[in-house]
């Protein structure tokens, strides 16, 4: 249990973060999202879960 909390206020840190000292930035990711299809989106979160499940395996080895 102890891990899944690192995990969430990992995420939270690294996304605050971005709110924080880049948000003008972050308007600019949004509408580049927004230009995509729904499918690319779709394979890059994906891409994402894949690499994220990756991550976790390689982490408790």
């Known amino acids: 249990m102890s891990l899944v ?3 969430i206020g990992l995420v939270l840190v690294i996304e605050g973060l971005v709110f924080a000292l880049a948000p003008s930035r ?3 990711l949004v509408a580049a999202i927004n230009e995509l299809s729904r499918d690319q ?3 890059i979160g994906l ?3 894949a690499l994220g499940a990756l991550l976790v395996w390689l982490s408790q080895g």
């Open 5 to 7: 909390l690192l995990g």
């Open 41 to 43: 989106r779709r394979l």
């Open 26 to 28: 972050l308007d600019d």
């Open 47 to 49: 891409g994402a879960v």
